[in-house]
């Protein structure tokens, strides 16, 4: 299973800054290994952030995205103490969900 | 809480009850997209064929702020960060023209989350990146160049 993501969320005034960093090799499907094979794509698809169970961003991504990226975002009208839920998955069908609180 | 856990290692007899609870613990259920991952899109290979399929690139959107780096060394880890400065933004798309997939990435957002995203991306190569932004039924886009020492599409 993937490994856990780490989210970072700060209150800066009334606005929440969220950092998430999704642990993932996000594979092109355009490198080739040492012996020529191509490596199969293997990326996040999709995944949706939530605050306090309220959809506050979807993303599409494709193969083109950083491995491990961290993807940052702001939500207006939060407060400390929320919670937020992100999930994702992954062209293999493999998904995973974190949560933090807002700070 | 080290040696509780322990002990109920041993008591289970093995790792896998607690290994379950654990799963079980962190796993939700994934929530219902709203919209479908856009496969006519993101599977496109020419830039022309993937601004087709996401409705075209609008008009010259003054209002969108893209800060991408001039010269990106690594192309593997190229920061893009977007600020939208106009109302009721639904969705902001990255493209990369010269990548082998332009269709980067693609936002939904929500009414109380700001119109700003940032997000690392591949280049393959020197290339115009290109934002289109949604909002309010209109379409507006912007493109800049960034200029890649090192391609980050591997091979």
Redesign the interface.
């Known amino acids: 299973?993937a490994d856990?993501m780490k989210i970072r969320a700060e209150m800066k005034g009334d606005?929440a800054e969220i950092?998430v960093l999704m642990a993932h090799p996000m594979e092109?499907g355009?490198?080739?290994d040492a012996k020529g094979q191509v490596v199969p794509a293997h990326f996040i698809?999709?995944f949706?952030a939530?605050?306090n169970g309220?959809?506050?961003?979807?993303?599409?991504?494709?193969?083109?995205?950083?491995?491990n990226?961290?993807?940052?975002?702001?939500?207006?009208?939060?407060a400390a103490g929320d919670k937020v839920?992100v999930?994702w998955?992954d062209n293999k069908g493999d998904?995973r969900?974190?949560e933090a609180t807002v700070a | 809480m080290d040696f509780m856990r322990r002990t109920l290692l041993k008591g289970a007899g093995a790792g896998g009850v607690v290994g379950a609870l654990l799963?079980a613990g962190?796993?939700?259920p994934?929530?219902v997209?709203?919209?479908e991952?856009?496969a006519g899109a993101?599977e496109a290979k020419s830039i022309a064929d993937a601004l087709k399929a996401i409705g075209g690139a609008g008009t010259e959107g003054k209002d969108i702020q893209l800060k991408v780096p001039d010269i990106a060394e690594n192309g593997?880890?190229?920061p893009i960060?977007v600020t939208v400065n106009l109302p009721n933004v639904q969705t902001i798309s990255i493209l990369?023209d010269k990548?082998?997939?332009p269709?980067?990435?693609?936002?939904?957002?929500?009414a109380?989350?700001?119109p700003?995203?940032?997000?690392?991306?591949?280049?393959g190569e020197t290339s115009n990146v290109r934002v289109v932004a949604k909002a309010d039924g209109k379409t507006y886009s912007v493109a800049k160049e960034v200029k890649v020492t090192i391609g980050?599409?591997?091979?």
């Open positions: 299973m856990p606005t950092r092109t355009q490198r080739k698809k999709t949706t939530t605050l309220k959809v506050v961003l979807e993303g599409h991504l494709n193969t083109a995205v950083s491995r990226p961290v993807i940052g975002f702001k939500v207006k009208g939060a839920v999930s998955e998904k969900s974190d | 799963a962190l796993l939700r994934n929530q997209f709203a919209a991952w856009n993101f593997a880890v190229v960060e990369v990548n082998p997939l269709l980067v990435a693609s936002f939904n957002f929500a109380g989350t700001l700003y995203v940032r997000v690392p991306i591949k280049m980050g599409c591997g091979g």
